[in-house]
């Protein structure tokens, strides 16, 4: 698929496709998206792992295994039913999938937001009260741990829902 | 008319079309028009509610009258 014309630009498109890149890309372009259960499951669980570590420790520890889980689900997206393969656009069955999956995963993390605000917010009434208290986020990375902890809720939950809504790969898949 | 074809013209995924085929997914009343322009027939002759009866049964004289 190399380029024929201009000797200088043939030289430049042979190099090019030397890289293995272009390749690589055409191949990406045509592929079907892969129906994940397994990597955003464990991706969630670590996020959850990792917001748990945060609220008990604080410091950067808690932050750093949401960060890996969210850029984890951040690598895995775009091979998944929520990407756009090789960037085209998306037909009606497309749409549908990722708009099913986006609400799905923004219930989900706004039904998370709800209850963290409601047990923070009675957590601080009960140390109000010096009946005991609950943890609250204090500082930045708190507040930015939780941010990515929701984004991680919110997209994991999407690809799974995706996943779910997109059926079986064909098996005669003929071009 | 191979599924990719058809996908080209009707502008969607050859996976669409091929779930289409095994009834996994059901079409938008444009895209079912559109695929019954392609082959120039009423779009009631390439989707239904009731299940088309197998090429074999038709074949074997069990889908109508033999």
């Known amino acids: ?113 709800v209850l963290g605000s409601l047990t923070i917010g009675f957590g601080k009434a009960w140390a109000m009260l010096r009946m005991g208290g609950l943890w609250a986020p204090e500082t930045p990375m708190d507040w930015i741990t939780i941010t990515l902890f929701l984004l991680a809720v919110e997209t994991n939950v999407a690809i799974l829902a995706a996943s779910a809504a997109t059926p079986e790969p064909l098996e005669d898949d003929e071009e | 008319m191979s599924r990719k074809a058809l996908a080209d013209k009707v502008g969607v995924n050859p996976q669409t079309i091929g779930f289409l085929e095994r009834g996994d997914y059901n079409p938008s009343l444009e895209l079912a028009l559109n695929i019954a322009a392609v082959f120039q027939v009423p779009v009631e002759l390439l989707f239904s509610f009731k299940p088309f009866p197998s090429v074999a049964a038709t074949l074997l004289g069990q889908g109508g009258s033999a």
């Open chain 1, 1 to 113: 698929m190399t380029y024929k014309g201009d000797p200088i630009a043939e030289k430049l498109d042979k190099l090019a496709e030397a890289t293995g890149m272009p390749a690589l890309q055409r191949r990406m372009r045509s592929r079907d998206p892969m129906r994940f259960r397994v990597l955003p499951s464990a991706l969630l669980v670590l996020a959850v792992a990792g917001m748990a570590v945060q609220i008990a420790w604080g410091g950067l520890a808690g932050f750093w295994i949401v960060w890996t889980g969210w850029m984890g689900t951040f690598m895995c997206q775009p091979f998944g039913p929520m990407g756009q393969p090789g960037g085209r656009k998306l037909d009606e069955r497309e749409a549908a999938v990722v708009r099913t999956g986006h609400f799905t995963g923004m219930m989900w993390a706004l039904g998370v937001a």
